[in-house]
């Protein structure tokens, strides 16, 4: 057996700016893809920041939205980090499309609250590297609707950007 036969972990953010380093995470997915279908773990937090107009035109999220219907960003953040630690615990591969990013940005968000720092105990399957290492000089878009148009995955622009859809 080899990591594609067992569960895997889908990871994404949904979050308040392009830089990994200063992005705050809106909205975040942990789910497992395994023999029983698709379990998913989402999170809205609270934003401490007002969202730019600009991030809520990709994921949809305003900030009078999250402030309302948001978690504290505390427990979210840790609550992300067990989800994760617990796929790595069970052996199973956590996935994402530039992975490199939610990583970074979990990793100073859980710094910024004070909370135990991210540990990567498994590994990590970033699908736009593999993308990147399977058709290397194919043109156009690497992103994620478009790379999963190109292997036939249905992802609807509606559904784009929501954490979820994305994990």
Known sequence: MTWRNNPMCGFD????????????????????????????TTWLLKPNRPIPDEAAAVHGIATEYA??????????????????????????????HNASFDM?????????????????????IDTIVLDKHVDRYRRGSRKLIDVAAHYGIALSEADAHGAEADA
Not at 21 to 32: F, K, M, P, Q, W
Not at 76 to 93: K, N
């Open 13 to 40: 953010t949904e979050t308040d700016g392009p830089n990994p380093e200063d992005a705050h995470i809106i909205s975040a997915c942990v789910g497992v893809a395994g023999p029983n279908g698709w379990t998913a």
């Open 104 to 124: 970074t940005v979990l990793a100073r968000e859980l710094a910024r609250e004070d909370l135990p720092p991210l540990t990567i105990d498994g590994p990590v």
């Open 67 to 96: 402030m309302e219907h948001g978690m504290e960003r505390g427990g979210a953040l840790a609550d992300i980090h067990r989800h994760l630690a617990h796929a790595w615990a069970q052996g199973w591969p956590v996935v994402g």
